[in-house]
Structure formats: C-alpha cells, structure tokens
C-alpha cells in the first residue's frame, strides 16, 4: 500500500539502477493501490513484481536478495512494532534498509547486521541507503541471526517471561 513507501522506493531505485549495472528490485505482496500498480508496471524491466506467493517462496526471494527493504510510512503505530520481515532480512545475514523509528534504531542497536534507518517520504535518503548497502554486501557475509547465534538469550528471555 501507499504507506510501503514503494512509490519512493521505486524512484530511489531508477537512480541507483543507473550507476549500478546488474541491480534489480524484487517487490512481492498484494498491490492495493492503482497509482502503484500503474508506478510499478512503468518502473522498468530491472522492476520484478510478485504478487501474494506461498511463504516459503518468499523466503527463497528474501534469501537470494544482497539487501532487505522495510521502509514504511509512519502511521497506525507501524513505528512500535516488531516486523517479522526485518528478523528474516537478519536471518539471511542481509544488510537492511529500514525507516528512521526510534523504536527500531533502540530494538535493533546490538544487531550486527548493518542497518541504514532512512527518512520514508526521503527519496535521496532512500537512494544513499541503497548506495551504501549495495557497497556493504559486495562479497561480504554478515552474521546470521540463529539459534546457534542467540538461542541462550531466547531461552532466558522465555524463562523471565514465564516467571511472571
């Protein structure tokens, strides 16, 4: 929806598309919006859009990817929440472009993945973000987020909660 930010992604992306030769945007879920299905459908054959697909295909998607997108518009308390999709960015060791919450940079501050928090409605943010994570990722695995990496703070995080 309008409030994904694709609109700002999309236009972000033109430009990096045009110094970086093999770069290429993967947009999957539902498009609720005829304004952006009609910036989708003229954003250029480096623009891939998937509609609702089976979760483990999005996985895969999300797992071949070099750099995860969570950029969302403030609104309906999306600025303190916990989105799934930035713990499965981490998981696949992918450096993460997200808005600039301050609930999100706190939440996320000892996460090693690289995270570039950008103004939402900023293209030119958007655009130095994607720049600068594109660079990050060239050849470079960053760590995982597993049950190896952090079961033993899982484990005690359960613990606390079922002492309450």
Do not use: H
């Not at 993967?26 to 054959?45: F, H, P, Q, T």
């Not at 998607?61 to 799934?84: A, M």
């Not at 899982?154 to 909660?161: G, P």
Request: charge should be positive; glycine fraction near 6%; include cysteine.
């Amino acid at each position: 929806d309008e409030d994904r930010a694709i609109a700002e992604i999309i236009e972000a992306f033109k430009i990096v598309r045009s110094q970086y030769e093999k770069v290429g945007l993967v947009l999957v879920g539902s498009i609720y919006s005829k304004r952006l299905e009609e910036i989708i459908k003229n954003a250029g054959d480096r623009v891939i859009y998937k509609p609702r697909v089976p979760y483990q295909e999005a996985l895969k998607i999300t797992k071949g990817g070099d750099v995860g997108l969570l950029v969302i518009k403030k609104g309906r308390s999306k600025e303190f929440s916990s989105p799934v999709k930035m713990f499965e960015y981490m998981a696949f060791g992918l450096p993460i472009i997200a808005s600039d919450f301050d609930y999100w940079k706190r939440f996320f501050k000892n996460y090693p993945n690289p995270v570039f928090y950008v103004k939402p409605d900023d293209t030119d943010d958007i655009t130095s973000a994607m720049k600068k994570a594109l660079n990050l990722r060239k050849g470079k695995q960053w760590w995982t987020y597993s049950w190896k990496s952090c079961g033993k703070e899982l484990l005690e995080l359960y613990r606390n909660i079922i002492r309450r």
